[in-house]
């Protein structure tokens, strides 16, 4: 239980401390008006509170995320731990804040313009592909596996719930971000956050033991730790979706102050929400071996289901439910919402148009297509090939921010230590994992650490290359 509470005091603590290092960093200045003002277009140009913009970004980035992914990530054992708060201050919570104020500073742009603004076209011609492709996964993903549950509890076929559910994708996409979004996520925000609050009361007067943090059973399971772990528990750590999504409340906010709040604050809430998961799934099974079984028998659905009726009753029963179905669905519409925004901005630029209220139902359609027609894939399929494009992006996203920085003249490691981390991951991920090459485990970690290197070679040039410029601009002055 120490380790549990302990982690817990040091998510809080990042808030509280290394958020303000961040935003510091930034450099934010609320005297410039924001793009909800500047760019009010009664869509997604739109300004709302930042209490409400906090709980929606948390509902858009968080979804089952933080719960399934802990859940399967505690198998890994109290490492987890270390990997939830770690990632979440120092790579998660960094990536969102600057994914989502970057957006902010150049009037609402979306994620892959902003790898072109910093990166070049070479890089957002290749993160356009793959982003477009990870918003289409998850939100099919997310249309399946919804759609799944309300066909076994109802009377309604597979196609039938999945029918309902893009029904309410489309309504959510193309309407007013104030309409849905605005009115009822907040709503859902706050089941979401009550939800992880009663279990992790519940495990604290249980009589069950939180493991805690030892060298014996630091990592009991046969799978590397590195990196599986950083790929299995990616929301509540690092989650290149985020940066997805982080455009969409970027769009709202009133002004640039009340980013720390909305972006750095709503990862902490979910590394909170992840440690709470992690830790009920590791001590309600008595151990990895025994969530081992549970997982094996009904999915991590089935195991949040049992740990939520137990622990919470027939209201947990409710929650598990609602939480199950609502809560992924939350987060496939605004992939699908924010899909149509990275279409329209890409496309809008050749094709003027391409505006207004026709071509918002046009760049719907087009990546509705798609969505559907992999919508009738089992979820779990589909979520295989979800986790490496998520970390792949959130990997951009951190070096876009850091060559900010360092153009900035500011303390650029602050991004560049946590993307070179997570290049390791990917490089030596898509090697390893067997919805990629699936090589040997020693060759495919000496693989992922040539190619880390070559792209941190390629960074301290560009580093060298800029203090240069710097240098010869001080000198002509």
């Not at 790898?115 to 492709?133: E, H, K």
């Not at 706050?190 to 992790?200: K, Y």
């Not at 199950?324 to 699908?336: C, K, W, Y």
């Not at 941190?456 to 203090?467: E, G, R, T």
């Amino acid at each position: 239980m120490t380790t549990f509470i302990l982690a817990i005091v040091l998510l809080i603590g990042g808030y509280m401390i290394y958020s303000k290092v961040v935003e510091r960093l930034f450099g934010i200045n609320d005297n410039e008006p924001t793009p909800a003002y500047t760019k009010g277009d009664n869509l997604d140009y739109i300004p709302m509170p930042w209490w409400k913009g906090s709980l929606i970004q948390l509902l858009n980035i968080a979804g089952l995320g933080p719960i399934f992914g802990a859940v399967m990530g505690a198998l890994y054992g109290p490492v987890a731990f270390i990997w939830i708060v770690v990632g979440s201050i120092f790579a998660g919570a960094v990536h969102d804040y600057f994914s989502g104020m970057l957006s902010l500073r150049h009037r609402g742009e979306q994620y892959p313009q902003l790898v072109r603004r910093y990166l070049g076209n070479g890089a957002a011609i290749f993160i356009y592909g793959i982003t477009i492709v990870l918003m289409i996964l998850v939100a099919s993903s997310f249309t399946a596996g919804p759609a799944q549950l309300i066909a076994q509890i109802t009377p309604l076929s597979f196609l039938a719930a999945i029918g309902i559910v893009f029904a309410y994708f489309l309504l959510a996409a193309l309407l007013p971000v104030n309409k849905i979004i605005g009115k009822i996520y907040p709503v859902f925000g706050g089941i979401l956050i009550f939800m992880a609050v009663a279990v992790g009361v519940a495990l604290l007067f249980t009589d069950r033991q939180i493991p805690n943090l030892t060298v014996e059973n630091l990592h009991p399971q046969e799978l590397p730790i590195w990196p599986l772990l950083m790929v299995t528990i990616s929301c509540g750590a690092i989650s290149g979706f985020h940066s997805t999504q982080s455009p969409i409340i970027a769009r709202t906010l009133k002004k640039e102050s009340d980013g720390r709040k909305v972006f750095y604050g709503a990862m902490i809430a979910e590394g909170i929400i992840a440690m709470i998961w992690a830790a009920a799934g590791m001590t309600f099974f008595g151990g990895t071996e025994g969530l081992q079984a549970a997982l094996a028998e009904g999915g991590p659905a089935g195991v949040v289901n049992e740990i939520s009726i137990t622990f919470l009753g027939t209201l947990g029963g409710i929650l598990a439910i609602l939480g199950v179905i609502i809560l992924p669905i939350t987060t496939g519409d605004t992939a699908l919402r924010s899909s149509r925004m990275m279409l329209t901005e890409v496309i809008g630029k050749k094709y003027t148009k391409i505006n207004g209220k026709v071509g918002v139902f046009l760049m719907t359609f087009v990546m509705a297509v798609p969505v559907l027609i992999l919508s009738t894939i089992q979820f779990e399929f589909l979520w295989r090939y979800v986790g490496w494009t998520n970390q792949v992006v959130a990997t951009f996203m951190l070096w876009t921010a850091a060559v900010y920085l360092l153009h900035k003249n500011r303390a650029h490691l602050v991004c560049a230590i946590p993307a070179i981390f997570m290049s390791a991951v990917v490089c030596t991920y898509i090697f390893y994992a067997p919805e990629g090459f699936g090589m040997d485990y020693q060759v495919s970690v000496i693989i992922g650490l040539v190619l880390t290197a070559i792209i941190a070679f390629w960074y301290i040039n560009k580093v060298k290359k800029v203090k240069r410029g710097q240098q010869t601009n001080v000198d002509a002055a």
